[in-house]
């Protein structure tokens, strides 16, 4: 038996699926194409399959990871292959490797947000989003299982870039994520339409997970 | 690819992913190549529609037509539709994305009368006129099948083909002689009237209705000799060579019946006599164990579903249940597939049949008795005794089954106040079997389930005659069965009665309901299936708008020399088989099933199926 790590993609048009969702999709997936992957020995035998971190639904994923185990003898290619041809528009398999860190060690993410304005000039945004992102502190509200607590979003940003062209503000941001310090972008985003008072349109791509180290994941 | 347009609103909406498409085995075609486009609609919302298998039959069939293209669209649950609206997106074929607006055919499957808004809703906002007389062309050919076509009449001012009866075969056919009028010229009229000639199909607008003064019909008449005075269903009458599908569209996000389904007979052979299902679709044919095995395995394979389950109107009653599970046991447990069986009866519960059914989940058991009292069972003639139940009960609960569900009905004919208490007796012993000697789980309680809903007679059925209980009647009857009960163990659903009134009216609805309907649907009326949605008062005021008394359709008596709004329509069962059975109701006096004897229902005229194999 060995363990897997599948990376993937989650675009297109299951990003609107939830992290259950895919869940269910993946289990099926693999269940489908026959990959000797280990079963759970419980009443209702299932593939044993475990996430990285779950995105929030219509993020697009660029790196998301997924880890199996192997039973039988098979070669990575195979397994990308096969379960290539069991997903829906927007997963795909983009490589399968040997694991190196702990799902455990995830501590940061590269978002890629593109803002697009409905009824508000480009430069406007961006202007007002420099400008939030420039404060000490950057109160949001975050719903937690214990009910909903302000915090400030700045400590969790590691690093940011914005930039404009005519269609809409480009941010690069590099936020805290993983299981001891998590936060989603949307919160900051929600700020800034609610600054704006204008109908935003937010394109979001998670597009690498790194350890503590700023190492990138694998 | 989604439009810029539709990926800005998707983030506003409950469940976007109802709305996008491109699910394993959703199938997309080169526009270029296709001749015929055809919408499958089903007026409900994505995860209810995407777990009716007939939807699934005829999407993979009309899809393996090289120039047809059939896409699949769902009701937009209202927050979807408000987007929609607000943003101008008309709806839309979750395979292409194109607008259906301008598609050849607009297919609708009436399942239930609750979703008759939900048809004309989808027709609004796709921006098709929604009355047949205003669609001029040789496109946007609205049609509809499924159980309540068999009394279409409701929805006779919007469709333009009803098929009546089982639609593998000629849903085909019509669209080859569309393909030859559209290569002709030949206009929306000659194709329509070509098309009433075949066999199942039903084209409203040549018959004229004449109405007595009381309001019931006065006459039924086609308009032009050319067309059929009745309109007798067609049926597929070999099974095993019936068309199913060899894979199904998988959803990504989870819906109402997420797994592999494979029917294993049409039809039913008990004739209870409030089921419209078991006198429709007779007589009853079951499909061999090889087909439905060769079947169960193209789909898991194709589907990566790893539950199986084999649908029909009572599964127990396949005739060759446990060889069937044998075969199925081969491959399945080396897959780790499971195999289920809903609808099973009272009586088709047994050791040998768990010990096959590994993988019946200890979570609940559900029958269905219907009725409290045996007299009440008779009437029915459902043919379930009391000892029945408590020894399935009794066996079920030896078995380590804690929780179970029975399902009943009030507002029967000839129902007393006794019957109605019956059915929380009934619960009762079954609640005192579980602590018999014996049959109790150490340190588990044990939950009784009651569900009620309220009757509503059909079409098609000894009680077509019959007048449903008054609203007033059916809370009074659901307020006795609450104070007769005694028991913590029991719980007590009900549905509500004002749904059922309104099922009931358009259930046996005629013509004049159609403007009701299209008043309904001006004024935002939609979903009604859902509580959310529902509203009496709203569709009260709409009735009186239209001058019409919904009392009339459901709470009247009908005389047996009536014509009903449905005579023309022919399902092989005989009025006079439906009167004999309704007499013998009021008699108490029960009816054998098919498999003892045959009660010539009529049904033989198919020259096929239980009715020609030995007793």
Same mark, same amino acid.
């Given at each position: 038996m060995r363990n897997v790590r599948v990376k993937f993609t989650k675009d297109g048009k299951s990003r609107y699926i939830s992290h259950l969702d895919l869940n269910r999709c993946m289990l099926r997936a693999v269940h489908k194409s026959k990959i000797p992957v280990w079963y759970t020995e419980g009443f209702n035998p299932h593939p044993f399959i475990t996430f990285a971190l779950p995105l929030s639904l219509g993020v697009r994923g660029?790196?998301?990871?997924?880890?199996?185990?192997?039973?039988?003898?098979?070669?990575?290619?195979?397994?990308?292959?096969?379960?290539?041809?069991?997903?829906?528009?927007?997963?795909?398999?983009?490589?399968?490797?040997?694991?190196?860190?702990?799902? %455990?060690? *995830?501590?940061?993410?590269? !978002?890629?947000?593109? #803002?697009?304005?409905? $009824?508000?000039? &480009? +430069?406007?945004?961006?202007?007002?989003?420099?400008?939030?992102?420039?404060?000490?502190?950057?109160?949001?509200?975050?719903?937690?299982? %214990?009910? *909903?607590?302000?915090?400030? !979003?700045?400590?969790? #940003?590691?690093?940011? $870039?914005?930039? &404009? +062209?005519?269609?809409?503000?480009?941010?690069?941001?590099?936020?805290?994520?993983?299981?001891?310090?998590?936060?989603?972008?949307?919160?900051?985003?929600?700020?800034?339409?609610?600054?704006?008072?204008?109908?935003?349109?937010?394109d979001i791509s998670r597009i690498k997970l790194y350890d503590k180290d700023m190492l990138e994941f694998e | 690819m989604l439009g810029k347009k539709l990926e800005k609103i998707l983030l506003k909406v409950q469940k976007p992913a109802r709305y996008v498409g491109g699910e394993i085995n959703s199938v997309v075609k080169n526009i270029d190549e296709i001749n015929v486009r055809f919408a499958f609609c089903f007026p409900d919302v994505y995860e209810v529609g995407m777990s009716h298998l007939g939807m699934k039959i005829l999407y993979s069939q009309l899809n393996e037509e090289h120039d047809v293209w059939c896409e699949r669209v769902f009701a937009p649950w209202p927050d979807m539709e408000e987007q929609m609206r607000n943003n101008n997106i008309e709806l839309y074929g979750l395979e292409s994305g194109n607008s259906i607006k301008n598609f050849d055919f607009i297919g609708f499957t009436l399942q239930y009368e609750l979703s008759f808004t939900n048809v004309l809703n989808m027709l609004e906002l796709a921006g098709i006129p929604i009355l047949s007389s205003d669609r001029k062309e040789l496109n946007q050919i609205v049609v509809a099948g499924g159980p309540c076509v068999c009394n279409p009449e409701p929805m006779a001012d919007f469709i333009d083909i009803f098929f009546i009866g089982e639609g593998e075969e000629v849903d085909l056919e019509v669209i080859n002689l569309y393909k030859k009028c559209k290569k002709n010229n030949e206009s929306r009229e000659e194709f329509l009237l070509q098309a009433s000639k075949i066999e199942g199909v039903y084209v409203p607008k040549f018959y004229d209705v004449d109405y007595n003064d009381d309001g019931t019909i006065k006459s039924f008449k086609a308009k032009n000799l050319d067309v059929p005075s009745k309109i007798k269903k067609r049926i597929m009458i070999d099974m095993n060579k019936s068309y199913f599908p060899k894979s199904f569209v998988v959803p990504s996000i989870g819906i109402v019946h997420d797994r592999a389904v494979a029917e294993i007979f049409r039809g039913c052979t008990r004739g209870c006599r409030f089921c419209q299902a078991g006198f429709i679709y007779r007589p009853n044919r079951e499909k061999s164990i090889e087909t439905i095995n060769e079947q169960c395995k193209n789909l898991c394979e194709s589907t990566g579903y790893d539950e199986i389950s084999l649908s029909s109107l009572s599964s127990s009653d396949y005739s060759k249940l446990y060889d069937l599970l044998d075969k199925l046991k081969c491959w399945t447990e080396n897959e780790m597939t499971s195999v289920s069986l809903p609808s099973l009866r009272v009586d088709g519960f047994s050791d040998e049949l768990t010990s096959r059914l590994k993988s019946i989940r200890k979570g609940g058991l559900t029958f269905a008795p219907e009725a409290?009292?045996?007299?009440?069972?008779?009437?029915?003639?459902?043919?379930?005794?009391?000892?029945?139940?408590?020894?399935?009960?009794?066996?079920?609960?030896?078995?380590?089954?804690?929780?179970?569900?029975?399902?009943?009905?009030?507002?029967?004919?000839?129902?007393?106040?006794?019957?109605?208490?019956?059915?929380?007796?009934?619960?009762?012993?079954?609640?005192?079997?579980?602590?018999?000697?014996?049959?109790?789980?150490?340190?588990?309680?044990?939950?009784?389930?009651?569900?009620?809903?309220?009757?509503?007679?059909?079409?098609?059925?000894?009680?077509?005659?019959?007048?449903?209980?008054?609203?007033?009647?059916?809370?009074?009857?659901?307020?006795?069965?609450?104070?007769?009960?005694?028991?913590?163990?029991?719980?007590?659903?009900?549905?509500?009665?004002?749904?059922?009134?309104?099922?009931?009216?358009?259930a046996r609805g005629d013509r004049k309901l159609c403007k009701v309907l299209k008043l309904a649907q001006e004024n935002g009326i939609k979903f009604d299936g859902w509580s959310d949605y529902f509203s009496f008062e709203k569709w009260m005021s709409i009735f009186e708008e239209c001058g019409i008394n919904p009392e009339f359709y459901a709470n009247r008596r009908r005389n047996l020399e009536e014509i009903l709004p449905w005579d023309h329509i022919d399902y092989g069962i005989s009025k006079s088989f439906l009167e004999r059975e309704y007499l013998l109701s009021c008699k108490n006096q029960t009816t054998p099933n098919c498999k003892e004897k045959c009660s010539n229902c009529g049904a033989a005229c198919f020259k096929g199926g239980i009715c020609f194999e030995k007793r």
């Amino acid at each position: 038996m060995r363990n897997v790590r599948v990376k993937f993609t989650k675009d297109g048009k299951s990003r609107y699926i939830s992290h259950l969702d895919l869940n269910r999709c993946m289990l099926r997936a693999v269940h489908k194409s026959k990959i000797p992957v280990w079963y759970t020995e419980g009443f209702n035998p299932h593939p044993f399959i475990t996430f990285a971190l779950p995105l929030s639904l219509g993020v697009r994923g660029k790196c998301e990871f997924m880890d199996m185990k192997i039973v039988e003898e098979i070669s990575n290619d195979d397994i990308k292959y096969k379960l290539n041809e069991c997903l829906p528009d927007g997963i795909n398999i983009v490589n399968i490797n040997e694991p190196i860190m702990k799902l %455990s060690d *995830i501590c940061y993410a590269d !978002f890629n947000i593109r #803002i697009y304005g409905n $009824n508000i000039d &480009t +430069n406007k945004i961006f202007e007002e989003l420099n400008e939030l992102l420039n404060k000490k502190e950057i109160i949001v509200e975050k719903k937690t299982k %214990s009910g *909903i607590k302000n915090i400030n !979003f700045k400590e969790y #940003i590691n690093r940011y $870039n914005v930039l &404009t +062209n005519d269609d809409y503000v480009n941010l690069d941001i590099t936020l805290c994520a993983g299981n001891n310090s998590n936060v989603n972008p949307n919160l900051l985003l929600n700020l800034l339409i609610d600054t704006v008072k204008d109908d935003l349109y937010t394109d979001i791509s998670r597009i690498k997970l790194y350890d503590k180290d700023m190492l990138e994941f694998e | 690819m989604l439009g810029k347009k539709l990926e800005k609103i998707l983030l506003k909406v409950q469940k976007p992913a109802r709305y996008v498409g491109g699910e394993i085995n959703s199938v997309v075609k080169n526009i270029d190549e296709i001749n015929v486009r055809f919408a499958f609609c089903f007026p409900d919302v994505y995860e209810v529609g995407m777990s009716h298998l007939g939807m699934k039959i005829l999407y993979s069939q009309l899809n393996e037509e090289h120039d047809v293209w059939c896409e699949r669209v769902f009701a937009p649950w209202p927050d979807m539709e408000e987007q929609m609206r607000n943003n101008n997106i008309e709806l839309y074929g979750l395979e292409s994305g194109n607008s259906i607006k301008n598609f050849d055919f607009i297919g609708f499957t009436l399942q239930y009368e609750l979703s008759f808004t939900n048809v004309l809703n989808m027709l609004e906002l796709a921006g098709i006129p929604i009355l047949s007389s205003d669609r001029k062309e040789l496109n946007q050919i609205v049609v509809a099948g499924g159980p309540c076509v068999c009394n279409p009449e409701p929805m006779a001012d919007f469709i333009d083909i009803f098929f009546i009866g089982e639609g593998e075969e000629v849903d085909l056919e019509v669209i080859n002689l569309y393909k030859k009028c559209k290569k002709n010229n030949e206009s929306r009229e000659e194709f329509l009237l070509q098309a009433s000639k075949i066999e199942g199909v039903y084209v409203p607008k040549f018959y004229d209705v004449d109405y007595n003064d009381d309001g019931t019909i006065k006459s039924f008449k086609a308009k032009n000799l050319d067309v059929p005075s009745k309109i007798k269903k067609r049926i597929m009458i070999d099974m095993n060579k019936s068309y199913f599908p060899k894979s199904f569209v998988v959803p990504s996000i989870g819906i109402v019946h997420d797994r592999a389904v494979a029917e294993i007979f049409r039809g039913c052979t008990r004739g209870c006599r409030f089921c419209q299902a078991g006198f429709i679709y007779r007589p009853n044919r079951e499909k061999s164990i090889e087909t439905i095995n060769e079947q169960c395995k193209n789909l898991c394979e194709s589907t990566g579903y790893d539950e199986i389950s084999l649908s029909s109107l009572s599964s127990s009653d396949y005739s060759k249940l446990y060889d069937l599970l044998d075969k199925l046991k081969c491959w399945t447990e080396n897959e780790m597939t499971s195999v289920s069986l809903p609808s099973l009866r009272v009586d088709g519960f047994s050791d040998e049949l768990t010990s096959r059914l590994k993988s019946i989940r200890k979570g609940g058991l559900t029958f269905a008795p219907e009725a409290g009292t045996q007299r009440m069972r008779d009437v029915i003639n459902k043919n379930v005794t009391e000892e029945e139940l408590i020894k399935t009960c009794e066996f079920a609960f030896k078995g380590g089954w804690t929780s179970i569900k029975l399902y009943f009905m009030i507002g029967l004919p000839t129902e007393t106040m006794d019957d109605v208490k019956g059915i929380v007796e009934l619960g009762q012993k079954v609640v005192n079997t579980y602590y018999k000697d014996g049959n109790k789980t150490k340190g588990k309680s044990v939950n009784v389930t009651i569900g009620v809903s309220s009757f509503v007679p059909k079409p098609f059925t000894p009680f077509q005659w019959e007048p449903q209980d008054k609203i007033e009647v059916l809370k009074e009857k659901q307020k006795t069965m609450i104070d007769n009960l005694k028991s913590k163990k029991i719980k007590l659903n009900w549905h509500d009665a004002e749904t059922s009134f309104l099922e009931a009216v358009f259930a046996r609805g005629d013509r004049k309901l159609c403007k009701v309907l299209k008043l309904a649907q001006e004024n935002g009326i939609k979903f009604d299936g859902w509580s959310d949605y529902f509203s009496f008062e709203k569709w009260m005021s709409i009735f009186e708008e239209c001058g019409i008394n919904p009392e009339f359709y459901a709470n009247r008596r009908r005389n047996l020399e009536e014509i009903l709004p449905w005579d023309h329509i022919d399902y092989g069962i005989s009025k006079s088989f439906l009167e004999r059975e309704y007499l013998l109701s009021c008699k108490n006096q029960t009816t054998p099933n098919c498999k003892e004897k045959c009660s010539n229902c009529g049904a033989a005229c198919f020259k096929g199926g239980i009715c020609f194999e030995k007793r």
